[in-house]
C-alpha cells in the first residue's frame, strides 16, 4: 500500500509513535510519506532505532510565513512551485468555497505547493483529527487521492473539544472512511460526538520492545527510594501533584527519596520552585529532553514510575502514556491515576496502583500502598510486561493498522446498491 501520515511536523521529540508506526510498515513492504501541515519546527527524532529507514527524506515539512504581509510577499513563490509539480490548470482548484478561511489567509497556497501531481494514495491518515479538516479541504481540490483515516490521540478529541464544541468534526463524518482511537476511552468519546460507531477501532500506539528489555530491578544498596517521572512538563501531566504527594510521603515515612523528571516545557521554573518550597531540593532533578535510549536508560535506574496525568484546565486529557507502557514493559513498578486512558492498562494490584487524578492524598495513599507491597512486585511487573506486550507490541499493532487499512479500503471498492 501506498500511506501518506498527515501530523504537525515530523520528528518530534515525544512522538516516537509516529517514527515507529513508519518503519513498521516500511519494513512490511508499504510506502509511508509524511506531511508535517502544522507550519511548526521539528524537535528531532527520538528513536534511533528507525534512523536506517531515513524517514527524513520521506517528510515534508510545511511551513510559510506567520504574518499575512509575509505570506503575501511569498505567494508567487507558492503559485509558481504549485504550477511546476502539477501544471498551470492546477491553480483553479484552489477555489474559495473549497478552502475558505484558509484561502483568506493564503495558508491553503502555501499547503497546496508541497504535493506532487501524483500525490495519490491508497490511506490518507490523519495522526490527529485536528489535520482531517485540511486533507479533505485538498482532497476535495484535487491535490490528494485516497481513503481517509483519521486518529483520535488525545489533545484533539479532549481539549479541542472541550475549547470549539462537539459539533467540531461534523463536517469530517462523511468524509472519512475509517478512524481510529488509542484507547477505548477516547473511542466512546468519539461515539458521542458523532463518530460512526461501526467505523471506529481501537488501536494503541505501539511501541518497540526490544528497546525495552524485561529487566526487573534487583535489590539496591542505596538507602533511597528513587521515583521517575517522564513527559512533557505541561498541566496534564500532573507533576506539580507527584511533588506534593512524594514530599508528604517522604516526610511521613521518614524515607529518602530522589526524583528525576525527563521532559521540557513551560512549566519547568514553576515545577523547579515547588521542589524548592516542598524541601526537597536536590532530591529532584530536572533533565529536560532525553532521546528514547536515553529515557530507557533512566528507567533501568529507578525504583518507582509515576504517570499522575490529570484533566487540564482546558480539558486536555491523556490516553495510556507511552511512557508508562515502557517502564511497565522494562519491569518497573508503576503508579498511574484514574485518568483518560491509563486505568485500560493500570490495573489496581495487578499491574499497577492507581490514584485519583490531581489529589494529592490519594497520589500520597497509592505512593504508600505500593510500597508496601514490595514483596509483591516480582509478580507484579510480571502481569505489567505481560500486559504491554498484549496490547502496546508494536508488531501485532501494525497488523491491525494494516487489517484497518485494507478493510477501509476493500469498503470504499464495493459498489453501492442502487
Not at 528497546?211 to 500532573?238: C, Q, S, Y
Amino acid at each position: 500500500m501506498k500511506i501518506a501520515f498527515f501530523v504537525n511536523a515530523f520528528p518530534m521529540m515525544s512522538e516516537a509513535f509516529i517514527a515507529n508506526s513508519a518503519a513498521a510498515l516500511i519494513d512490511l513492504g508499504h510506502s509511508v510519506d509524511i506531511f508535517g501541515v502544522g507550519n511548526i519546527a521539528p524537535t528531532g527524532l527520538s528513536v534511533k532505532s528507525v534512523e536506517a529507514h531515513h524517514l527524513e527524506q520521506r517528510t515534508v515539512n510545511m511551513r510559510w510565513p506567520t504574518s499575512r504581509v509575509g505570506r503575501v510577499v511569498g505567494l508567487p513563490g507558492a503559485l509558481g512551485t504549485i504550477v511546476r509539480k502539477n501544471g498551470v490548470a492546477a491553480l483553479g482548484r484552489l477555489r474559495p468555497n473549497i478552502y475558505r478561511r484558509s484561502m483568506r489567509d493564503l495558508t491553503a497556497f502555501y499547503q497546496a505547493s508541497a504535493f506532487d501531481g501524483d500525490a495519490e494514495y491508497d490511506i490518507l491518515h490523519c495522526q490527529f483529527a485536528t489535520l482531517a479538516e485540511g486533507v479533505i479541504k485538498h482532497r476535495k481540490a484535487g491535490f490528494l487521492k485516497g481513503h481517509i483515516v483519521v486518529n483520535f490521540r488525545g489533545y484533539d478529541i479532549s481539549e479541542t473539544v472541550a475549547a470549539i464544541g462537539p459539533h467540531v468534526y461534523d463536517h469530517v463524518w462523511p468524509e472519512a472512511s475509517g478512524y481510529i482511537a488509542n484507547c477505548d476511552y477516547f473511542r466512546r468519546r468519539a461515539v458521542d460526538i458523532g463518530c460512526p460507531e461501526d467505523r471506529i477501532d481501537v488501536i494503541g500506539s505501539g511501541i518497540r520492545l526490544e528497546n525495552f528489555p524485561f529487566e526487573p530491578a534487583t535489590d539496591r544498596e542505596e538507602n533511597h527510594v528513587r521515583f521517575l517521572m517522564v513527559g512533557r512538563l505541561i498541566e496534564r501531566k500532573g507533576f506539580q501533584v507527584a511533588l506534593r504527594a512524594l514530599a508528604e510521603y517522604s516526610r511521613r515515612t521518614e524515607t529518602p527519596i530522589k526524583i528525576d523528571i525527563v521532559g521540557d516545557g513551560a512549566m519547568r521554573p514553576s515545577l523547579e520552585a515547588l521542589a524548592n518550597d516542598l524541601g526537597l531540593g536536590e532530591s529532584v532533578q530536572l533533565h529536560g529532553a532525553r532521546t528514547h535510549s536515553e529515557i530507557a536508560g533512566y528507567l533501568r535506574r529507578t525504583d518507582v514510575f509515576l504517570a499522575p496525568s490529570m484533566t487540564s484546565a482546558r480539558g486536555g486529557q491523556d490516553a495510556p502514556v507511552n511512557t508508562l507502557k515502557e517502564a511497565m514493559a522494562v519491569g518497573r513498578p508503576v503508579i498511574g491515576t484514574i485518568h483518560g486512558g491509563i486505568p485500560e492498562l493500570v490495573i489496581e494490584g495487578e499491574t499497577g496502583v492507581l490514584a485519583t487524578e490531581n489529589d494529592v492524598d490519594s497520589l500520597y495513599a497509592a505512593i504508600d500502598r505500593l510500597m508496601d507491597q514490595r514483596a509483591n512486585w516480582p509478580q507484579l511487573v510480571t502481569q505489567a510486561r505481560a500486559k504491554v506486550e498484549e496490547m502496546y507490541d508494536l508488531e501485532r499493532v501494525t497488523q491491525k493498522l494494516v487489517a484497518l487499512y485494507e478493510r477501509t479500503i476493500a469498503k470504499e471498492n464495493i459498489p453501492s446498491k442502487a
